[in-house]
């Protein structure tokens, strides 16, 4: 089974809902048979790369919330973040493009670091006192070294500015051709999508219904004897 997961490294819900997902996979009886996918979406992709500013500021400038409602949601999601054993710094973050970002994600895919490099991307955005989007290249350049990818690959990409850009754009659009319109979202072997950083039990459910509607095999034959085939003992003999 495949799960796909849109996310944006700028989204906190993102952050906390990959935890809970992770908490149910972790359970779930056939955890070794899923296969889990991350897939780009920009929360804020007409912002020009180098344009930074805090997060706060950016949430009273977007949604017209006050200062004090904007540091309340802060602190929300920074005790939901804790519920789920994650360090959230709630004041004094800052937001940015994150283009590059994911394009840095589908070099680790190829490479099989693409989780790896996700979670490095969230702990630096929203747990640790340096920028993710203010310190340059070099600051992504360590994060996917980190992460297991090679520096020099990594630097290639970053100066490529069309390396993996058709890979951004084309899970962003599909995406859209799916209904996604906020992130989190999680498809389900293309049958089955949950949005929002659900509860753990709410993906237990998921999980558990996707693997259970799986549509058996069906073979299509012409109705003579079973063709030759090889198997364990060997491969059948035709006329013998």
Not at 86 to 115: C, I, P, S
Not at 202 to 231: I, M, N
Request: negative net charge; proline residues 4%; charged residues 25%.
């Amino acid at each position: 089974m495949r799960v796909e997961i849109w996310t944006d490294i700028a989204c906190p819900w993102c952050y906390v809902g990959k935890a809970r997902f992770e908490k149910a996979l972790a359970a779930f009886p056939h955890r070794d048979q899923v296969e889990v996918v991350h897939r780009s979406f920009e929360l804020d992709p007409h912002r020009a790369k180098g344009d930074v500013e805090p997060v706060l500021t950016m949430l009273t400038r977007k949604y017209g919330m006050s200062q004090a409602q904007a540091e309340a949601g802060e602190d929300n999601l920074g005790a939901q973040a804790a519920a789920e054993g994650l360090d959230y710094r709630t004041r004094d973050r800052d937001h940015g493009n994150t283009f590059d970002m994911h394009r840095l994600l589908h070099l680790a895919k190829e490479h099989g670091r693409q989780d790896a490099l996700l979670d490095a991307l969230y702990r630096a955005n929203f747990a640790e006192e340096r920028s993710v989007f203010a310190e340059g290249d070099e600051r992504l350049v360590g994060l996917a070294v980190a992460a297991g990818l090679d520096a020099g690959a990594v630097r290639a990409v970053l100066a490529d500015p069309d390396a993996y850009a058709d890979d951004v754009r084309a899970d962003e659009q599909e995406a859209a051709q799916l209904g996604a319109s906020g992130v989190p979202f999680f498809v389900l072997d293309r049958a089955y999508g949950v949005s929002g950083a659900q509860p753990a039990e709410v993906f237990t459910q998921a999980l558990t219904q996707a693997w259970g509607d799986r549509a058996p095999l069906t073979l299509v034959q012409d109705g003579s004897a079973d063709a030759a085939a090889c198997g364990p003992d060997g491969c059948a003999v035709p006329g013998a």
